[in-house]
């Protein structure tokens, strides 16, 4: 026998850990776990951080909250050591450090937890956990059986009954997500990172989720924890820190971590001032929906109408069948089954170009890979999708309406570049996506889809992207988006349609006053089995949702 | 625009270098050879850009190549058809080719790698299988079609006649057509875009698969003429080796001249420099003497020296952006 014997599969105490961590347990004042000073971070045209301040203990859950762009996830990168700050200081158990690489932070035990997931698909788990510092045996070899039982153990503290020869690549979103945190204990990472845990997370997966959060927390690991969604927040957060347009907005103390407060934290402004609500003179339906159903939810017919002029939105929660439906009028994921009109005539959708024949356009979720071609100039993409249409008879690119389009999208958009030949990927976000906004302003489109519109972009040009949309409704266009913020789902909305697994459980209006928080939530989680992390809110017996008039009468 | 110019002066240097040290560089036999050669390569690079620009990868070119210069031998010599039948009858199984690759990628979603591949092993068994592995040839016959191929232009400069032959004439009409439709038509930059960002290029509206086969059928039309003017000039051919290792060259020559694997990027001049620079290193390895064993060695060594001045120069170009950026900055007044 060569190989060193594997170890007994007995169970790791549960409190090693926060023996280890807390060189003084008792100690009335101890030092801090890590302390953020004053750290700033610039990106191209954007201060994504301005001198933000954050303190962690051990064994403290700590959630940061802010609407996107506040600058969350850079924080979240600095720490990992993914970014540098341009400026500030981190300190690491009172000692200064220099986070300069994801391995200097996971060599202090710092692990961040992905929101896309960083696994190898293609090994089991074991493998996967011991990535990188494999254990070998006397030849050099892999000793798979130490990597195994140092698995086994790793695995049961968080609460994944699994073989570590299981391959990753046969584990739901939720597993991996445990493989992750697992992955992370095995370095006796002190401090873990997460980045909207939740997201893709059923109800069940979610609460099996803050048990293992509890348990770590027990073990005197700390986490910094980072959730749009505020009833989480109240059910897991010891403290919670605001951040707001890249500075710190304030902090909660556990009892006082209310939903109100953390809205003002999060919003802090005069939320009127973002929103220039009009009144929309509705024409006749735009678009109507029969029956449609999308290849992520068939067998789940979907029925709606958008009236020229009216801005509907589609609520509900990641994962919940809203950007499908964008995607399968647009033909990018064409629908099952359905029938689908503008402007009173039926049309059918086998791919992007009839959706655009018919009047469509699609501003996407991924601004990077689907809105624009970063390396082309601000021109060519403008003029990307009316090319064919306005070429000349020997197909020769329309240069001259090239140019002329570049130039008044440039200025009404007030798209800031030096020139028309500026490449795209060096313009600051809001700017890319008024590229990606104006490429289609070129086709004077019925129906204008617009998929996350102000996902990561800076409040400034939130605020032209929402006046664009009203004016766009001013004129008769149809609108139809996505949003998974809140306030501006609430805020842009004439109607919202809410969304629960690929179903479309109710409709709200603004004229009826039924925009609120509260409505589109208990929608959104599906009336019935509202998730455990909002106990205290009563489950309102609601009326089903009265047929849309405009529906019945086209 | 930079980067074109230090392609064409990389030409006008090794040009220059060999003029200087060898006497027989600018004979007028020598010229017409070399760009003889530039032509003939010509061809099927400018094919290869195509693909290369619309982010794909083509390594059936050689096979190509070596399929037609037997096919056409093989079917105007062996199944006594006209020129007029056989030429045609070439470039539509060539293009066919490409329609094949194109649509085994776009639709059946195979990688561009290995679909090539395949076609590399077939192409290259099917030439030798109907042409028995002889050696194919036009020999005696159809010397008219021959004469053309190899006839050229008399350019008389200060006293001595150069002759510019037909193939390179040919190239630079081929170029100037390539050059047309990738900068001044629609079709042309729906190719850029699906190169830089198929995706993108898709929600926009583009039909991607539709681009991306018309690459693949323009590149391969391109190396079955090639293979033809081989044929027509070299009135030999091995069925075994003949165009071996061409696709390497073709690529060669495009990435010489800008283009990016990564696809999108890429001018019809800059391939054109690409070959010339690279026949131009083989013809001065030759006349200088160099040992010809190491001519695979130094054309490996340039072009990865080309590769690197190109990945510098984006460097300190992206280094000189964030040094605007923050001068702008400190000028606007934020920490």
């Known amino acids: 026998m060569i190989a060193p014997a594997p170890e007994g599969p007995k169970p790791a105490p549960p409190l090693q850990t926060a023996a280890k961590s807390s060189p003084t347990p008792d100690a009335p004042a101890r030092t801090p776990l890590l302390v953020v000073e004053a750290v700033s971070k610039r990106f191209p045209g954007v201060v994504a951080l301005d001198a933000v301040n954050l303190t962690v203990d051990a064994g403290e859950v700590v959630a940061v909250i802010g609407e996107n762009g506040a600058g969350k996830s850079t924080l979240m990168k600095i720490l990992a050591g993914v970014q540098t700050p341009d400026s500030g200081r981190i300190l690491w158990q009172g000692q200064d450090v220099q986070l300069d690489s994801p391995r200097a932070a996971l060599d202090r035990g710092i692990a961040l937890i992905h929101q896309e997931l960083n696994l190898c698909d293609n090994l089991d788990i074991a493998a996967n956990l011991a990535l990188g510092r494999e254990r070998r045996g006397l030849l050099g070899t892999l000793n798979n059986a130490a990597m195994r039982a140092e698995a086994e153990r790793v695995l049961k503290r968080v609460g994944l009954n699994l073989s570590p020869r299981t391959l990753v690549g046969d584990l739901s979103i939720a597993q991996k997500q445990l493989v992750e945190i697992a992955k992370a204990l095995l370095i006796d990472a002190r401090l873990l990172i997460m980045d909207e845990p939740t997201s893709s997370l059923s109800a069940r997966e979610t609460e099996n989720l803050y048990r293992v959060i509890r348990e770590l927390k027990t073990q005197g690991v700390a986490i910094v924890y980072i959730s749009h969604r505020l009833g989480e927040v109240r059910e897991l957060a010891d403290r919670v820190v605001g951040l707001r347009d890249g500075r710190n907005a304030g902090n909660l103390a556990r009892h006082e971590i209310d939903h109100e407060r953390m809205v003002k934290l999060m919003v802090g402004r005069d939320v009127s001032r973002l929103y220039h609500r009009t009144r929309h003179k509705l024409g006749q339906p735009a678009l109507v929906v029969r029956g449609l159903e999308t290849t992520a939810h068939p067998g789940r017919p979907l029925e709606f109408a958008v009236r020229a002029g009216e801005i509907v939105g589609l609520a509900g929660l990641v994962g919940s069948g809203r950007t499908e439906v964008l995607l399968a009028l647009f033909g990018i994921e064409p629908a099952v089954r359905g029938a689908i009109e503008i402007d009173g005539r039926r049309v059918l959708i086998g791919d992007p170009q009839d959706a655009i024949k018919a009047g469509l356009a699609l501003v996407p979720e991924d601004r990077k890979q689907q809105g624009v071609i970063l390396e082309m100039a601000v021109r060519a993409n403008i003029g990307l999708a009316g090319l064919k249409r306005h070429q000349t008879s020997g197909g020769l690119l329309p240069r001259a309406w090239e140019k002329r389009q570049a130039r008044a999208m440039i200025e009404r958009l007030r798209i800031k570049t030096p020139d028309d030949r500026q490449p795209v990927g060096l313009l600051s976000g809001g700017n890319q996506q008024k590229v990606a906004l104006g490429k289609w302003l070129t086709l004077n489109p019925k129906v204008l889809m617009l998929d996350e519109p102000t996902r990561g972009i800076d409040i400034g040009a939130k605020e032209e992207i929402y006046k664009l949309m009203e004016e766009l409704a001013a004129r008769g266009t149809a609108i139809l988006f996505v949003s998974s913020e809140m306030e501006e789902a609430l805020g842009v909305a004439d109607r919202l349609l809410v969304m629960h697994e690929g179903r479309i459980t109710g409709e709200l209006a603004y004229d009826r006053q039924e925009l609120t928080e509260e409505r589109v939530m208990d929608l959104a989680t599906g009336r019935i089995g509202v998730p455990p992390w909002m106990p205290d809110s009563p489950t309102p017996a609601i009326k089903p949702p009265p047929p849309s008039d405009v529906a019945r009468s086209s | ?335």
């Open chain 2, 1 to 335: 625009m930079t980067k074109i110019l230090g392609i064409l002066l990389a030409l006008v240097l090794v040009t220059v270098a060999t003029a200087w040290n060898t006497e027989s560089f600018l004979t007028p036999y020598n010229v017409k050879n070399l760009l003889n050669w530039i032509g003939l390569f010509g061809v099927i690079s400018l094919g290869a850009a195509f693909v290369i620009i619309g982010g794909g990868i083509d390594l059936s070119i050689g096979s190509v190549v070596g399929l037609s210069a037997c096919l056409l031998p093989w079917l105007l010599v062996k199944q006594g058809l006209s020129p007029w039948v056989g030429i045609p009858l070439v470039l539509a199984a060539c293009a066919a080719i490409g329609l094949l690759h194109g649509v085994l990628i776009t639709f059946v979603k195979l990688q561009p790698f290995v679909v090539t591949l395949c076609g590399l092993l077939c192409y290259r068994g099917l030439a030798r299988w109907f042409t028995d592995d002889k050696e194919m040839g036009f020999g005696q016959g159809f010397t008219g079609l021959r004469d053309l191929v190899k006839s050229s232009v008399n350019l008389p400069i200060g006293g001595t006649v150069y002759y510019i032959p037909t193939t390179f004439l040919l190239m630079v009409a081929l170029a100037l057509a390539a050059a047309f439709l990738l900068n001044l038509t629609v079709a042309g930059r729906h190719l850029k875009a699906v190169g830089r960002n198929e995706q993108a290029a898709r929600y926009s509206g583009v039909i991607t698969p539709r681009v991306v086969i018309f690459s693949y059928v323009i590149c391969s039309t391109a190396a079955g003429l090639g293979g033809m003017l081989f044929a027509l000039d070299l009135n030999s051919v091995q069925p075994a080796g003949f165009g071996n290792f061409y696709e390497l060259y073709a690529i060669a020559a495009a990435v010489i001249g800008g283009c990016s694997l990564r696809g999108g990027e890429g001018s019809v001049l800059g391939v054109v420099a690409g070959v010339a620079i690279i026949r131009l290193l083989f013809n001065s390895i030759n006349l200088m003497g160099f040992p010809s064993q190491l001519e695979f060695a130094v054309i490996g060594l340039v072009i990865l020296a080309g590769v690197l001045a190109d990945t510098a120069l984006l460097k300190l170009a992206a280094w000189n952006r964030r040094r605007q950026e923050r001068l702008r900055a400190a000028r606007d007044g934020h920490p």
